[in-house]
């Protein structure tokens, strides 16, 4: 297992575009979690899945993002109607959830540059 | 909600010395603490964590220091290496991790050969 796999690297799309992410998690985690980080920021977290189930997404931004994790292994970020303000580097990660706690590992990212 | 201040925002300091980076937490919720090393393109990487039932914890030439009491820890980088220079981030977490992190602004250090 290499980790935790995004494609693609960076994407750059005209301002109205739909665009869309993929997140492919180290194959035994059964979390798997969204953050947003802007320049000079902390990851900001999204929204996050147990297996297929969506646990969590009162912080994806606007109604124009969605997730999904429909086999509970790769997800998906689609962001529709791209706006400047989106630009920033969508961050994955994944975790096994235990009795104890573990930490996350973080996928390389997403760098998305609406123009 | 959860939240999570970190000082300096910068730090500079000669290869060598140590390097102290310290965060606090608002949410007394929070029992779990790791720190994060961030290169020039990369992910975030998990350097070290502790947990709310450790006061400290080292790992080679780094260490990390709880006081629950004072909702606040600290990174500690000794004999720091031009490798280290980085971002590096302190995130807080309920469950031990099982859940959402919530991260610091991040502080850049370099190191000065």
């Known amino acids: 297992d290499t980790g935790v796999s995004q494609d693609p690297r960076h994407k750059i799309t005209k301002r109205g575009q739909n665009v869309t992410f993929r997140c492919d998690p180290i194959s035994e985690h059964n979390r798997l979690y969204w953050y947003r980080q802007t320049l000079g920021q902390g990851p900001e977290f999204l929204t996050y899945?147990?297996?297929?189930?969506?646990?969590?997404k009162s912080r994806l931004l606007s109604n124009r993002f969605s997730a999904e994790r429909p086999k509970g292994s790769f997800s998906t970020l689609e962001i529709q109607r791209t706006e400047q303000g989106d630009s920033a580097m969508y961050l994955c990660?994944?975790?096994?959830?235990?009795?104890?706690?573990?930490?996350?590992?973080f996928g390389s990212g997403t760098r998305l540059t609406v123009v | 909600g959860e939240n999570v201040e970190q000082h300096p925002s910068t730090l500079s300091v000669q290869e060598g010395d140590s390097a102290v980076i310290k965060c606090t937490y608002s949410d007394s919720a929070s029992n779990y603490f790791p720190w994060y090393k961030q290169e020039l393109g990369k992910g975030p990487q998990l350097i070290i964590d502790i947990r709310s039932n450790v006061g400290e914890k080292k790992d080679q030439r780094i260490a990390v220091t709880l006081n629950k009491t004072a909702k606040h820890f600290s990174l500690h980088i000794t004999e720091t290496q031009p490798e280290d220079s980085a971002v590096y981030f302190c995130?807080?977490?309920?469950?031990?991790?099982?859940?959402?992190?919530?991260f610091g602004t991040g502080t850049r250090l370099t190191i000065i050969p």
């Open positions: 990660a994944s975790s096994l959830t235990r009795t104890g706690g573990n930490g996350y590992t």
């Open positions: 899945f147990q297996n297929e189930a969506q646990l969590e």
């Open positions: 995130a807080a977490s309920p469950d031990f991790g099982n859940e959402k992190l919530t």
